[in-house]
């Protein structure tokens, strides 16, 4: 059985059976507009969740013979927190992620006969994301949780002596348990680290061996890589920043730094192998990345504190944490560059006109520009949780949520701008549209202000050709060894196959082929 996006909108998710053999498809269920559905191990469809206009959400429980009844009512606050997982194999049990009543995400086991709900797990400091379920049972052995780094607890007791053997075999690692055969006996681990290639290992419970399957990247092994550490910055207001530093040598100090700034911004950076900070490092540049309020995983309080607060405490975050690596002796205060995508493009560009002063160098890789053109511009496949955002920002319908919208984007302060720009767009992207790009470059070029703006032709949000993100990838490292002083391999030939556009500005970045 297969999920097929259902042809009349493009908007919901309809349930189709397909036969392997024939190709034949036929339609199971056919989704009312329904944001997410749930089916239980005979693959029937049992649960659906439905975001309300308010911003709240709702589990129905389809598989009563009196129609759908809701099973589970989610605050608004709580819907990026909240989450049904699965069944039991019997199908009396759920399990689902839950911080209803409480501030970090617990997985829990509502029993679907009496209604009766149980705590499994928790952890103090992060939510629980993720856990290693029972092949034979599907109930959980053990929950996860990411703080600054992976943490496992626990549940069957029969696990125990598995988690002891495994951190006593694999290091400063973090794992991730793949699959796993049914009687239990032979489980595939995904083993992870900062500073290497992520490494696939078979490993025999019964025996208690474990052998490397493969690596998944052996062209990594002769690189030399640096670590990642973890580190908690204090923001102005007290509230901890679970952050990532890469270093490119043990003793880096007063050194060039790029702050490396995640999309969303209901997302999060992890500890783990980086290519960005590899790269940047290699590069000599000292490498910071920051989850700054708003990131997920650190319990809804940690989201909530981000709510109106983009342009505000969001982007106060950023700046303290300028301010920290500066006093913690790793970067030159003067040759900072400021780098971010989606949601940390928009910091971006809020950086430069906010805090004009505080970085060298700005880059912005499709971020939005106008928060009203932004939302006004939302997809079909974001309506679902346009309400959320709504909330979470400001309502774009109003007078007063407008006006907001507007004190908070960088359009409305471009005259502050005083640090060297590059700007990059996909010319496919219906996230956040050329337009965003393209209406404040127009503003900087009325008030001769210098920018570079290339464009891609064929991308959308993110990069998905090989060619296109060398081109990028060249002309970024040109941009900061060009403001940053930092180190640059010649761009050659690596436009080619690329459709990157300089729309203007390229005279700005020397050494870039004509």
């Given at each position: 059985?297969?999920?097929?996006?259902?042809?009349?909108?493009?908007?919901?998710?309809?349930?189709?059976?397909?036969?392997?053999?024939?190709?034949?498809?036929?339609?199971?269920?056919?989704?009312?507009?329904?944001?997410?559905?749930?089916?239980?191990?005979?693959?029937?469809?049992?649960?659906?969740?439905?975001?309300?206009?308010?911003?709240?959400?709702?589990?129905?429980?389809?598989?009563?013979?009196?129609?759908?009844?809701?099973?589970?009512?989610?605050?608004?606050?709580?819907?990026?927190?909240?989450?049904?997982?699965?069944?039991?194999?019997?199908?009396?049990?759920?399990?689902?992620?839950?911080?209803?009543?409480?501030?970090?995400?617990?997985?829990?086991?509502?029993?679907?006969?009496?209604?009766?709900?149980?705590?499994?797990?928790?952890?103090?400091?992060?939510?629980?994301?993720?856990?290693?379920?029972?092949a034979r049972t599907s109930r959980p052995l053990a929950a996860?949780?990411?703080?600054?780094?992976?943490?496992?607890?626990?549940?069957?007791?029969?696990?125990?002596?598995?988690?002891?053997?495994?951190?006593?075999?694999?290091?400063?690692?973090?794992?991730?348990?793949?699959?796993?055969?049914?009687?239990?006996?032979?489980?595939?681990?995904?083993?992870?680290?900062?500073?290497?290639?992520?490494?696939?290992?078979?490993?025999?419970?019964?025996?208690?061996?474990?052998r490397l399957l493969f690596k998944t990247r052996s062209d990594?092994?002769?690189?030399?890589?640096?670590?990642?550490?973890?580190?908690?910055?204090?923001?102005?207001?007290?509230?901890?920043?679970?952050?990532?530093?890469?270093?490119?040598?043990?003793?880096?100090?007063?050194?060039?730094?790029?702050?490396?700034?995640?999309?969303?911004?209901?997302?999060?950076?992890?500890?783990?192998?980086?290519?960005?900070?590899?790269?940047?490092?290699?590069?000599?540049?000292?490498?910071?990345?920051?989850?700054?309020?708003?990131?997920?995983?650190?319990?809804?309080?940690?989201?909530?504190?981000?709510?109106?607060?983009?342009?505000?405490?969001?982007?106060?975050?950023?700046?303290?944490?300028?301010?920290?690596?500066?006093?913690?002796?790793?970067?030159?205060?003067?040759?900072?560059?400021?780098?971010?995508?989606?949601?940390?493009?928009?910091?971006?560009?809020?950086?430069?006109?906010?805090?004009?002063?505080?970085?060298?160098?700005?880059?912005?890789?499709?971020?939005?520009?106008?928060?009203?053109?932004?939302?006004?511009?939302?997809?079909?496949?974001?309506?679902?949780?346009?309400?959320?955002?709504?909330?979470?920002?400001?309502?774009?319908?109003?007078?007063?949520?407008?006006?907001?919208?507007?004190?908070?984007?960088?359009?409305?302060?471009?005259?502050?701008?005083?640090?060297?720009?590059?700007?990059?767009?996909?010319?496919?992207?219906?996230?956040?549209?050329?337009?965003?790009?393209?209406?404040?470059?127009?503003?900087?070029?009325?008030?001769?202000?210098?920018?570079?703006?290339?464009?891609?032709?064929?991308?959308?949000?993110?990069?998905?050709?090989?060619?296109?993100?060398?081109?990028?990838?060249?002309?970024?490292?040109?941009?900061?060894?060009?403001?940053?002083?930092?180190?640059?391999?010649?761009?050659?030939?690596?436009?080619?196959?690329?459709?990157?556009?300089?729309?203007?500005?390229?005279?700005?970045?020397?050494?870039?082929?004509?």
């Open positions: 059985m297969l999920f097929g996006v259902n042809e009349r909108d493009r908007r919901y998710f309809d349930v189709v059976r397909i036969d392997v053999t024939t190709g034949a498809s036929r339609l199971v269920f056919e989704n009312p507009g329904f944001s997410g559905l749930l089916m239980d191990d005979t693959l029937s469809v049992r649960l659906a969740v439905r975001v309300r206009p308010d911003g709240s959400a709702e589990v129905v429980d389809l598989s009563r013979s009196d129609g759908s009844t809701l099973l589970l009512d989610i605050p608004d606050e709580d819907v990026f927190t909240t989450s049904v997982w699965r069944f039991s194999r019997d199908g009396r049990s759920l399990f689902l992620q839950n911080s209803c009543g409480r501030d970090r995400a617990a997985l829990m086991e509502r029993n679907l006969e009496t209604g009766e709900t149980r705590l499994l797990a928790e952890d103090p400091e992060a939510d629980i994301v993720g856990a290693w379920w029972d996860v949780a990411l703080a600054n780094r992976q943490r496992w607890h626990v549940i069957d007791p029969t696990v125990r002596e598995d988690f002891d053997f495994l951190s006593g075999r694999i290091g400063d690692t973090e794992l991730n348990i793949v699959s796993q055969d049914l009687a239990m006996e032979q489980l595939v681990i995904l083993a992870t680290r900062s500073d290497a290639a992520g490494e696939y290992l078979l490993y025999n419970r019964k025996a208690r061996d474990l990594l092994d002769p690189v030399p890589l640096r670590p990642m550490r973890s580190v908690a910055i204090d923001a102005r207001d007290g509230l901890t920043l679970p952050s990532y530093l890469t270093l490119p040598h043990e003793d880096f100090r007063n050194g060039p730094l790029v702050m490396v700034i995640h999309g969303g911004p209901y997302a999060r950076d992890v500890w783990g192998y980086n290519g960005m900070h590899q790269w940047l490092a290699d590069r000599g540049y000292g490498v910071l990345s920051v989850n700054f309020r708003g990131s997920t995983g650190f319990g809804k309080a940690f989201i909530g504190a981000a709510n109106q607060q983009w342009g505000g405490r969001m982007q106060d975050d950023l700046t303290d944490a300028a301010a920290w690596v500066v006093a913690q002796g790793y970067a030159d205060p003067t040759r900072i560059a400021f780098f971010g995508a989606s949601y940390g493009g928009y910091a971006a560009l809020v950086a430069a006109t906010q805090t004009p002063e505080t970085f060298a160098c700005i880059i912005d890789i499709f971020g939005p520009s106008n928060l009203v053109t932004l939302m006004q511009a939302i997809p079909p496949y974001w309506q679902t949780w346009f309400a959320v955002f709504r909330r979470r920002l400001a309502n774009p319908d109003t007078e007063e949520g407008r006006a907001w919208l507007m004190e908070r984007s960088p359009i409305t302060q471009v005259e502050r701008i005083v640090r060297p720009l590059l700007i990059i767009q996909g010319m496919n992207d219906v996230r956040v549209k050329p337009q965003e790009s393209e209406q404040i470059v127009n503003v900087l070029r009325q008030r001769l202000i210098p920018v570079t703006y290339a464009t891609f032709a064929d991308e959308g949000h993110g990069f998905v050709r090989e060619e296109n993100r060398l081109a990028f990838s060249a002309v970024m490292e040109a941009f900061l060894a060009r403001h940053l002083d930092g180190s640059a391999e010649p761009v050659g030939d690596a436009f080619n196959g690329s459709t990157i556009k300089f729309e203007t500005g390229r005279e700005l970045i020397p050494g870039l082929p004509e």
